[in-house]
């Protein structure tokens, strides 16, 4: 029996009604058979990053995002772009995991839910950038566009649209393989 592979899933957003919100929460119904995909929820709780505080004893919040991605096989984010970049917020998640190890060699890769044609091409860039220096590894294959407009979300905050639902399904199957052939 092949064990199931946990595929966190981070939305970059805190807006309330946020398409990469949507993108996260629709992952985590719609995962794959042998895919488990679970929310980060703890985007706000983190302070601010000082690296004079990246030490013994971390704040809770801090524990909780890195022995979230610790737990893990793969890693999924879902990011808007703020004024050409990556969202303050989101950006202070990804600092706190440079001075950890758990992103290390774990596969990630990231969907892009803007509608804009050229939406959100600036934060993926400092996303690889920020991965980078992580040491995580980016699979191309998962690192997709799927764009969703704000009126295909249902009331429930999920994604109506069954092509955007499949294209979900898909990224988390790749990261789910990236995940089985790292620890192969």
Known sequence: MTANRRVLVISG???????????????????????????????????????????????????????????????????????????????NLLDWTVGGVETSDKPVGWINASTNPGGAAKAHESLRTVLG???????????????????????DGLIADSEVRQGIAAVLTVLAEAARLTRA
């Open 13 to 91: 957003s805190l807006r309330a009604e946020s398409t990469n919100s949507a993108v996260v929460r629709t992952a985590s119904v719609v995962a794959p058979e042998g895919v488990e995909a679970v929310v980060f929820p703890g985007l706000a709780e983190l302070p601010h990053f000082n690296p004079d505080d990246d030490h013994e004893p971390l704040p809770q919040a801090v524990v909780a995002l890195r022995a979230a991605i610790e737990g893990a096989d793969a890693v999924l984010f879902s990011t808007p772009e703020y004024a050409g970049a990556l969202p303050g917020s989101f950006k």
């Open 133 to 155: 220096y992580t040491g995580a590894d980016v699979i191309e294959a998962a690192c997709v566009r799927l764009g969703v407009a704000r009126d295909g979300i249902d009331p």
